[in-house]
């Protein structure tokens, strides 16, 4: 044997050894990975809850022998008790706890979920500055950082965000637009690509509660649109303990007709044309109220009678499996086509500026014919007929639906195999 030779492998495996150790990726080969999940943002919006169990869903599928520990922001209002149902080997570790500093030395990498931005970056940087142990960003929009004060202080912050962002194993943006700013800003993380939405993996479901919802207001399976109203920002002051924004209020005053006028006409136009009817239900808690002013109150009366309005909030489950059942949906709102997409469920989605670039997102899976701009007054004259061609051709939504939700599970595919990478 070549001793030279020899003595040079082993001195090159102990230096690897000690560089994965570094990285936190070193273990024994019978001990399974542990990843730490910090997402779970709020529970007054069904699309904050669905984050976190479409991820859950998309590590069980590709990494099933991976334990996960959730790092929850807010779980109540019912949501940890859905979280435990679907998911019972999930373990929790609240803020404080004596599991979140067990979490802290057990796990072997943070994977922050997706959001409007990197939501927790506070979290990530305690957890980079004390364990020195490997991170990475699943699907999250980059948004610009504006300020109140001094653009002095909007780039410091965005500075901030792309330094923990570039120190991160991979970052995985939900559209192309905050990749190409991520990039533009000088973001080095060694794998930045799109990266869907955690949302469009989850499958809550709770049929019953769904069935028994459509049998008590005549709504029948494949036999109905879903629309969802929203404002330009969520008044969140209406449902917590938040001081009225007058600037954001005065906004939403502004724009709420402008906003939602094409859905009216969208909605007459299906009643007249076709045999659907229309479900107006909320994605936050907000809109029931929103719906039933800017939509509802507004149809004449011949129209009213093949339109549902839902008067109460739900949760994930039940807004999902009623989406499944539904022909469609269309509205101002993101994760309720994103969950659609999810079932194969046609969706067209309206956006503008102050939800930031996350609806982009839906020409990045290949339906940006369903994607409108309501800062562009041409997008806004289209949406009626966009709705009517949906209603008029259902086979053919359909199949479109369907080739953006595999276009989606292909690149989840793709994204759990370089977390599997990166955590060993």
Request: aromatic residues 8%; proline residues 5%.
């Amino acid at each position: 044997m070549n001793t030279e030779t020899d003595s040079s492998r082993r001195q090159f495996i102990a230096h690897l050894s000690l560089a994965l150790a570094g990285t936190g990726i070193a273990r024994s080969e019978d001990k399974p990975r542990h990843i730490l999940l910090r997402s779970s943002w709020q529970t007054v919006n069904i699309g904050d809850i669905a984050h976190t169990p479409g991820v859950l869903h998309i590590l069980e599928q590709h990494l099933p022998e991976v334990t996960v520990t959730l790092w929850p922001g807010r779980i109540d209002n019912g949501v940890e008790e859905l979280l435990r149902e679907r998911f019972p080997k999930l373990r929790f570790a609240t803020r404080g706890s004596e599991e979140l500093k067990a979490a802290f030395a057990e796990c072997d990498f943070l994977l922050h979920g997706s959001g409007p931005s990197l939501v927790a970056e506070r979290d990530v940087i305690q957890w980079h500055e004390e364990t020195g142990k490997p991170f990475g960003v699943y699907g999250i929009t980059l948004p610009l950082k504006k300020s109140s004060s001094t653009t002095v202080t909007a780039a410091d912050a965005m500075a901030q965000t792309v330094d923990i962002l570039s120190k991160a194993e991979f970052v995985f943006f939900r559209d192309s637009h905050s990749l190409a700013l991520a990039k533009e800003q000088g973001c080095i993380s060694p794998v930045m690509e799109f990266g869907p939405d955690g949302a469009f993996a989850c499958d809550l479901k709770e049929d019953e509660k769904a069935e028994a919802f459509l049998s008590a207001n005549g709504l029948e399976e494949g036999q109905f649109l879903c629309c969802i109203p929203r404002l330009r920002y969520t008044p969140y002051w209406t449902i917590k303990d938040l001081p009225k924004d007058e600037v954001k209020h005065a906004r939403n005053e502004a724009m709420k007709f402008h906003d939602h006028d094409p859905h009216i006409e969208a909605i007459k136009r299906v009643v007249k044309e076709t045999d659907l009817k229309i479900l107006l239900c909320p994605e936050d808690r907000t809109q029931m109220t929103v719906g039933k002013e800017v939509i509802y109150d507004r149809l004449p009366d011949e129209v009213k009678g093949r339109v549902v309005w839902r008067p109460d909030y739900w949760l994930t489950g039940e807004a999902l499996s009623v989406y499944a059942r539904s022909a469609g949906l269309f509205g101002n709102e993101m994760h309720s086509p994103i969950m659609c997409i999810g079932q194969g469920i046609p969706a067209i989605v309206c956006r503008w500026e102050e939800q930031t670039s996350k609806g982009y997102m839906w020409e990045d899976i290949g339906l940006g014919d369903w994607l409108h701009d309501f800062d562009d007054e041409a997008d806004v004259a289209r949406l009626p007929e966009t709705v009517l061609a949906m209603a008029h051709d259902l086979p053919a939504a359909r199949e479109k639906a369907a080739a953006g939700r595999a276009f989606v599970e292909k690149r989840q595919r793709e994204t759990a195999a370089v977390i599997a990478k990166v955590t060993g």
